[in-house]
C-alpha cells in the first residue's frame, strides 16, 4: 500500500445515511466557504449518476435554496458546460460551478476543492430533496466524479 492510500483511511469518517423505503439512500452534503448546509440534508447518494445536483439560490420552484454562490468565498467557474439534467421523472435546469464540496463538516479528508457541480435553478420532480450526489465512475457524459477527486 502506498504511503498515501494508508494516510487517506487514517483521514476516514463514518456517518450515516438513511434508507428511504430500500429505494434510495440520502445523506449530506456541505458546500462552499463557510460551509452551507446541514449534516441532516437529504441529497440522493445515486450510484447510477455521475452530477452532484444541489437547489440554488433564487430556484423559485425548489423545496429549499441550499447553496447560495454569493455567500461562498471559494466558488469558481465550472469547466464544465451542463444547462440541463434528467433523472428519471425528474427536470433540472441550471448551470454550473466549482467550490469546496465535504460529506461531513471534519476530517477535510471528506472535502473536495475546486470541485464542479450542477446548480438547480429551476426543477420538477425532485420535491423535499436537497439534490443528488452522483457516485458513478468518471466518463465524460457523467461530469466530474466526486469520489475519483475525493481519493485524489
Not at 469547466?79 to 460551478?97: D, I, P
Not at 426543477?123 to 458513478?136: A, K, M
Given at each position: 500500500m502506498r504511503s498515501h492510500d494508508s494516510e487517506k483511511l487514517q483521514q476516514s469518517s463514518s456517518f450515516t445515511l438513511s434508507n428511504y423505503y430500500n429505494l434510495m439512500y440520502t445523506g449530506p452534503v456541505l458546500l462552499g466557504t463557510p460551509q452551507q448546509g446541514s449534516t441532516s440534508s437529504a441529497f440522493i447518494y445515486d450510484s447510477g449518476s455521475g452530477w452532484l445536483t444541489v437547489n440554488t439560490y433564487p430556484c423559485p420552484n425548489c423545496s429549499s435554496w441550499y447553496y447560495n454562490p454569493a455567500v461562498s468565498?471559494?466558488?469558481?467557474?465550472?469547466?464544465?458546460?451542463?444547462?440541463?439534467?434528467?433523472?428519471?421523472?425528474?427536470?433540472?435546469?441550471?448551470?454550473?460551478?466549482?467550490?469546496?464540496?465535504c460529506l461531513w463538516t471534519s476530517p477535510s479528508s471528506?472535502?473536495?476543492?475546486?470541485?464542479?457541480?450542477?446548480?438547480?435553478?429551476?426543477?420538477?420532480?425532485?420535491?423535499?430533496?436537497?439534490?443528488?450526489?452522483?457516485?458513478?465512475?468518471?466518463?465524460?457524459?457523467?461530469?466530474?466524479?466526486?469520489?475519483?477527486?475525493?481519493?485524489?
Open positions: 468565498s471559494t466558488v469558481t467557474n465550472s469547466t464544465y458546460v451542463q444547462t440541463e439534467l434528467a433523472y428519471g421523472s425528474a427536470q433540472l435546469n441550471g448551470t454550473t460551478a466549482a467550490d469546496t464540496v471528506t472535502c473536495v476543492t475546486g470541485f464542479s457541480f450542477f446548480e438547480i435553478l429551476s426543477q420538477e420532480g425532485l420535491d423535499g430533496l436537497d439534490g443528488i450526489l452522483g457516485l458513478s465512475p468518471a466518463a465524460s457524459q457523467n461530469g466530474p466524479s466526486y469520489l475519483m477527486n475525493l481519493y485524489l
